[in-house]
């Protein structure tokens, strides 16, 4: 008779969707969040999906351990479709309860806000921890509509500015 007996447990990873808003207006928000993915992707409990958006959107999931990759595949420019990325980001959760979505944007929306205000509520009350992150500028200040963010937040998201260190410590304690 053959036994097995496993120590280890299986667990569901977490999934980190990050969001990055590539505006002309983003730069340093953009570079700051290619670098997170990249750590993010290396942590053994994580599966890390990354949509670059302006007007258009771009999934570069498959270089999410790649933060050169994911700089040499952004254009900034154009406008800003929160909304739209928020709809596609909600594509991608498979298990709301053990998934994060970060928006990494400046709030600025280029279309109504009511559509982007229904999205965040929809994935916060489907069980979705989501952190809208401000945009930072050159000196780590953040640069963003507050009252859009605000519109947010009372939809549910948690939103901050925060640099990347702090937001490492907040997806720490979202997943722990």
Not at 58 to 66: E, I, K, W
Not at 72 to 94: F, H, K, W
Not at 99 to 105: A, E, G, N, Q, S
Request: aromatic share 6%; proline share 5%; hydrophobic share 50%.
């Amino acid at each position: 008779n053959l036994h097995f007996f496993a120590r280890t447990r299986t667990h569901m990873p977490w999934h980190i969707i990050m969001a990055v808003d590539c505006s002309g207006s983003m730069m340093d928000s953009v570079i700051h969040s290619a670098v997170m993915a990249g750590i993010f992707s290396g942590l053994p409990a994580t599966r890390v999906s990354v949509v670059a958006f302006d007007t258009s959107i771009v999934d570069l999931s498959g270089h999410a351990d790649d933060p050169v990759e994911i700089l040499l595949s952004v254009q900034l420019g154009g406008g800003t479709n929160i909304a739209g990325a928020l709809r596609y980001c909600e594509g991608l959760v498979g298990d709301a309860r053990r998934t994060i979505l970060v928006f990494v944007t400046d709030f600025f929306e280029g279309g109504p806000p009511e559509p982007l205000v229904a999205a965040v509520r929809r994935m916060r009350e489907a069980g979705v921890r989501v952190l809208g992150l401000a945009a930072l500028d050159a000196e780590a200040a953040p640069v963003y509509d507050r009252q859009m963010a605000q519109r947010c937040a009372d939809a549910g998201a948690e939103v901050a500015a925060l640099t990347p260190r702090r937001l490492a410590e907040w997806v720490e304690k979202a997943i722990s």
